[in-house]
Protein backbone atom coordinates (compact mmCIF):
# COMPACT_ATOMS: atom_id res chain seq x y z
CA UNK A 1 0.00 0.00 0.00
CA UNK A 2 1.67 3.42 -1.07
CA UNK A 3 1.98 6.33 1.61
CA UNK A 4 2.40 9.67 1.10
CA UNK A 5 3.50 11.88 4.20
CA UNK A 6 4.03 15.30 3.85
CA UNK A 7 5.90 18.14 5.96
CA UNK A 8 7.28 21.55 6.41
CA UNK A 9 4.04 23.24 6.26
CA UNK A 10 4.28 26.41 9.13
CA UNK A 11 3.08 29.86 9.47
CA UNK A 12 5.66 32.32 7.79
CA UNK A 13 4.82 35.87 6.49
CA UNK A 14 4.39 37.16 3.35
CA UNK A 15 7.78 37.24 0.96
CA UNK A 16 8.93 34.01 3.74
CA UNK A 17 9.89 30.57 2.63
CA UNK A 18 9.34 27.30 3.57
CA UNK A 19 10.14 24.01 2.26
CA UNK A 20 7.87 20.96 2.06
CA UNK A 21 8.72 17.21 1.93
CA UNK A 22 6.84 14.59 0.50
CA UNK A 23 7.69 10.74 1.88
CA UNK A 24 6.57 7.91 -0.19
CA UNK A 25 6.46 4.31 0.91
CA UNK A 26 5.15 1.33 -1.13
CA UNK A 27 6.08 2.33 -4.60
CA UNK A 28 8.46 -0.04 -6.83
CA UNK A 29 10.46 1.80 -8.66
CA UNK A 30 10.21 5.37 -7.32
CA UNK A 31 12.41 7.25 -9.61
CA UNK A 32 10.06 6.04 -12.56
CA UNK A 33 7.17 8.34 -11.12
CA UNK A 34 6.25 11.46 -12.04
CA UNK A 35 5.59 12.90 -8.59
CA UNK A 36 3.67 16.56 -8.35
CA UNK A 37 2.56 18.85 -5.70
CA UNK A 38 -0.96 19.98 -5.30
CA UNK A 39 -2.85 22.66 -2.48
CA UNK A 40 -6.19 22.97 -1.56
CA UNK A 41 -7.16 26.26 -0.21
CA UNK A 42 -10.85 26.50 1.88
CA UNK A 43 -13.51 25.96 -0.25
CA UNK A 44 -11.60 25.95 -3.32
CA UNK A 45 -10.92 22.70 -5.20
CA UNK A 46 -7.43 20.40 -5.21
CA UNK A 47 -4.88 21.80 -7.62
CA UNK A 48 -1.40 20.55 -8.78
CA UNK A 49 1.06 23.51 -8.41
CA UNK A 50 4.13 21.08 -10.02
CA UNK A 51 5.33 18.13 -10.65
CA UNK A 52 8.70 16.65 -11.65
CA UNK A 53 9.14 13.71 -14.13
CA UNK A 54 11.66 10.42 -14.11
CA UNK A 55 13.81 12.92 -15.80
CA UNK A 56 13.64 15.50 -13.66
CA UNK A 57 11.20 17.72 -15.67
CA UNK A 58 9.72 19.85 -14.26
CA UNK A 59 6.22 21.49 -14.45
CA UNK A 60 4.70 24.85 -12.86
CA UNK A 61 1.50 26.54 -12.12
CA UNK A 62 1.17 29.89 -13.42
CA UNK A 63 0.72 31.33 -10.02
CA UNK A 64 3.75 29.64 -8.46
CA UNK A 65 6.09 29.59 -11.45
CA UNK A 66 9.63 31.63 -10.37
CA UNK A 67 8.64 31.26 -6.97
CA UNK A 68 8.50 27.59 -6.30
CA UNK A 69 10.89 24.80 -6.90
CA UNK A 70 10.20 20.95 -7.07
CA UNK A 71 13.00 18.31 -6.69
CA UNK A 72 13.23 14.82 -5.58
CA UNK A 73 15.70 12.11 -3.82
CA UNK A 74 15.10 9.13 -5.45
CA UNK A 75 17.32 7.18 -3.19
CA UNK A 76 15.11 8.75 -0.30
CA UNK A 77 12.12 8.68 -2.00
CA UNK A 78 11.28 11.88 -1.34
CA UNK A 79 9.84 14.78 -3.06
CA UNK A 80 10.11 18.33 -2.30
CA UNK A 81 9.08 22.20 -2.82
CA UNK A 82 10.93 25.30 -1.71
CA UNK A 83 8.35 28.00 -1.69
CA UNK A 84 9.96 31.35 -2.05
CA UNK A 85 8.65 34.73 -2.05
CA UNK A 86 5.59 33.60 -0.67
CA UNK A 87 2.22 35.50 -0.86
CA UNK A 88 -0.87 35.01 1.47
CA UNK A 89 -2.72 33.49 -1.48
CA UNK A 90 -0.42 30.85 -1.53
CA UNK A 91 -2.30 29.48 2.07
CA UNK A 92 -3.69 25.90 1.50
CA UNK A 93 -3.08 22.75 2.65
CA UNK A 94 -0.70 21.16 -0.07
CA UNK A 95 -0.33 17.92 -0.55
CA UNK A 96 2.06 15.58 -2.98
CA UNK A 97 0.46 12.54 -5.14
CA UNK A 98 1.47 10.98 -8.59
CA UNK A 99 -0.45 13.22 -11.27
CA UNK A 100 -0.45 10.45 -14.27
CA UNK A 101 -2.04 7.62 -11.71
CA UNK A 102 -3.50 9.06 -8.50
CA UNK A 103 -3.06 7.08 -5.52
CA UNK A 104 -6.83 6.99 -3.86
CA UNK A 105 -5.52 7.56 -0.26
CA UNK A 106 -3.92 11.10 -0.01
CA UNK A 107 -2.06 11.93 2.68
CA UNK A 108 -2.86 13.82 5.78
CA UNK A 109 -1.23 17.37 3.60
CA UNK A 110 0.43 19.64 5.45
CA UNK A 111 -0.72 23.30 6.12
CA UNK A 112 0.82 26.18 4.42
CA UNK A 113 -0.36 29.66 6.35
CA UNK A 114 1.50 32.83 5.04
CA UNK A 115 0.38 35.97 7.20
CA UNK A 116 1.29 38.86 8.75
Request: aromatic fraction near 10%.
Amino acid sequence: QVHLVESGGGLVQPGGSLRLSCAVSGINFFAWYTMGWYRQAPGKQRDLVASIGSGRNTTYADSVKGRFTISRDNNKKTVYLQMNSLKPEDTAVYYCNTPKSPVPDWGQGTQVTVSS
